[in-house]
């Protein structure tokens, strides 16, 4: 019976797996018990020692003074303190001739001592060289020793101070059991093993249950893996159509492949955006750098200007060109606007508006003299947003011009609005709650070549396109925490999904559409309308009263805004940078003569920036009134200003009524503005 049992045994290919599995089971409970155990052993004993070491370190801390006093009472608090912790054998303190000062002996474990006085002075001499803790191993019990010193770092007694300028005063010993620890290796070890067993046993039963119906089905699969391992692909597809978990295993060989070849796909995407982005950050420091250079030139040009006209009548003939000179920085203004958004996506300004109403108002003017046909379909429920209307301006502009020029005569465009939810889309991060905005057209469409490539700088299939409307338009949007998406057909037409994050908790009060802002200014209009007239530009005798200080470190801006203000009845002071600003401030304080006003640019060459500089201004005085300005209109502060203490805001290059405007509000502003 045992030669059959044997021989079936040798032809069972089955059999022998099993055999083989339940050799590598065994094997593996063994060693990761053994591991286990002995991992648990060499922890346990490590926090013995460390904590062994620090009762240790304790002792001869608490013991300082009664050790120097060699008073029992002390030294008896000290030994009390260390006693009541568990498996402590016995506590001794000696001075530094090794007299014994006090003692404690544990009688229960008393049985467990292991007589090592007789290499006290070995001991002791080591604790005088080395003035450092240490211990050693008995059979049944583990010795701590600790010098006591005379210098602890601070309060803490764990970290001790020089040790050769410290006095030593004597030394502490601490004797402490190993039973308990051994007890508890025992008990882990016990367990593992029941666990183990356990384990054992259920991985065989499982296995046994298992291999019986696994064996051809994996060979098949392993056959089907090795090859398209080597040749990428499976001919004829997968052989193992079973239901159990081997025809599950099947289902997950398979989505593996898919994804395999969708992570290929993503990586080459990846890499593609990574190339892209890389070009976008070269392209924008440029753009960004040339732009905020623009617009202090522009601010000057400004100046200029507004100093010529205040010395013209506005009878004069040149005093109506000046005025048209002053409508084109408006417009180099624009341009710099859109470097700056090129380069960073520009920060948003942004309020609460209605959407709606800005797509009413937009999409007519951009249409204007088209002879397109167009249509409007906005919903009446739109929930309110947070956006910079100028920006979100531009992506309609730039949209609905790639559509103008994709339909050409033929054809129609449609906009849509309508509230919408996008919980599924992985690109943009929000409570779902989103404005969705359809630009559709009927006309070329995009190759599914290029449809990947649209939001790449430069990238244009047009004859005379430069390839940023839609690259500016996406880098808006997501600033806002939107995203653009777009289809495409050729032939059929392209769909534009724009989505803007919306809040429908706003109060529709508090839209400041219907308001008319007061021209460039830049700050907000809703603080502005109730409380800033038009400039007054020349000097009024409220003027005179308000003294302004100038941060600007461009000299040219720092002298004709400096004269501007000058003629329109401001006293003013100017510094090149933070530190400057700081002196006159204060200065200005002591003196009794305070500034009304700060105007502070943000960027400052070689010195101490505003934003620095408004912080120490708000340490000294929290009731500081300062206008933030600079070239730089998608600086974080420019959109945040009331968050870093400002009162208003004006974006280079600002008309001097603008600024004006902006110190009179500040100065109106707060607790006793004047």
């Keep these: 019976m045992n030669l059959g049992v044997f021989r079936r045994f040798r032809e069972s290919f089955a059999a022998k797996v099993y055999a083989v599995v339940t050799i590598f089971i065994i094997s593996v409970s ?26 240790a370190k304790l002792l001869a801390y608490n013991s300082r003074l009664g050790v120097f006093s060699e008073s029992e009472t002390i030294l008896a608090d000290a030994v009390d303190a260390i ?43 080591q604790l005088k060289r080395d003035r450092s803790p240490f211990f050693t191993k008995g059979k049944n019990i583990i010795y701590f020793w600790a010098p006591v010193l005379s210098d602890y770092v601070g309060d803490d007694y764990m970290q001790a101070g020089d040790a050769n300028k410290s006095k030593l005063f004597g030394f502490a010993e601490i004797c402490l059991t190993t039973k308990t620890l051994k007890a508890q290796v025992a008990g882990l070890f016990l367990r593992s093993i029941i666990m183990s067993v356990f384990f054992l046993i259920t991985a065989l039963w499982i296995t046994f249950v298992v291999l019986r119906r696994m064996i051809q089905p994996v060979i098949d699969l392993t056959r089907c893996m090795r090859e398209f391992g080597e040749i990428g692909s499976i001919k004829g597809g997968l052989p193992v159509n079973a239901q159990d978990e081997i025809g599950q295993l099947s289902i997950a060989f398979t989505k593996m492949i898919d994804d395999l070849h969708e992570r290929e796909s993503e990586k080459r995407k990846m890499e593609e955006h990574l190339i892209n982005s890389q070009k976008m950050e070269a392209i924008g420091t440029l753009a960004g750098g040339i732009a905020h250079n623009f617009n202090n030139v522009l601010t000057v040009f400004a100046s200029k200007l507004a100093v010529a006209k205040n010395h013209l009548p506005k009878t004069h003939d040149a005093y109506a060109k000046l005025i048209q000179a002053e409508e084109t920085i408006d417009k180099a203004k624009y341009l710099s606007n859109q470097l700056f958004t090129f380069a960073r996506g520009g920060s948003p300004i942004k309020e609460a508006a209605s959407l709606g109403a800005l797509i009413k108002e937009t999409v007519p003017l951009i249409m204007a003299g088209s002879q397109l046909n167009y249509e409007l379909d906005i919903a009446e429920d739109l929930c309110l947003v947070m956006i910079d209307k100028d920006q979100i301006r531009q992506v309609i502009n ?16 449609t906009v849509r609005a309508h509230n919408a939810k996008l919980t599924d889309h992985s690109s943009v991060s929000s409570n779902g709650k989103f404005i969705k905005i359809d630009f559709i057209d009927t006309g070329t469409g995009i190759g599914k070549e290029n449809i990947s490539k649209v939001f790449v700088p430069f990238f244009t299939t047009k004859h005379n396109g430069r390839g940023l409307g839609l690259t500016i338009a996406h880098s808006i949007v997501r600033k806002h925490g939107g995203d653009v998406i777009i289809t495409s057909e050729p032939g059929k037409g392209t769909h534009c999904e724009v989505y803007i994050p919306a809040d429908c908790e706003l109060d529709a009060a508090v839209v400041t559409e219907e308001r008319k802002p007061v021209k460039s200014c830049g700050f907000s209009t809703s603080e502005a309308a109730e409380g800033v007239q038009t400039s007054v530009y020349p000097a009024t005798v409220q003027n005179v009263k308000k003294r302004v200080l100038l941060l600007e470190d461009n000299d040219e801006i720092r002298i004709w805004v400096g004269l501007i203000m000058r003629e329109s009845g401001y006293r003013v002071s100017m510094a090149r940078d933070g530190v400057e600003a700081l002196y006159l401030y204060n200065e200005g304080k002591l003196t009794g003569q305070p500034f009304d006003v700060v105007i502070v640019d943000l960027v400052i060459e070689g010195g101490m920036g ?25 600086d974080p502060v420019m959109a945040e200003y009331k968050r870093y203490g400002f009162k208003a805001r004006v974006s280079k290059p600002y008309g001097m009524d603008q600024l004006l405007d902006a110190i009179e509000f500040a100065a109106g502003s707060g607790n006793g503005g004047g």
């Design 30 to 55: 063994v060693v990761f018990v053994t591991i286990i155990v002995r991992g648990q052993y060499k922890q346990l004993m490590e926090k013995s020692i460390t904590e062994g070491t620090l009762l």
């Design 83 to 125: 006693k009541r912790q568990n498996d402590v054998v016995y506590v001794s303190i000696f001075n530094s001739d090794a007299k014994l000062l006090a003692s404690y002996e544990n009688h229960k474990f008393h049985k467990d001592i292991s007589d090592n006085h007789n290499e006290l002075d070995t001991i002791i001499e």
């Design 398 to 413: 730039n949209l609905l011009s790639n559509s103008k020029e994709a339909v050409k005569d033929n054809g129609s465009i």
């Design 610 to 634: 505003g934003k620095e500089a408004m912080g120490e201004l708000l340490k000294t005085d929290p009731d500081v009134k300062a206008i933030v300005a600079s070239g730089y209109s998608d």
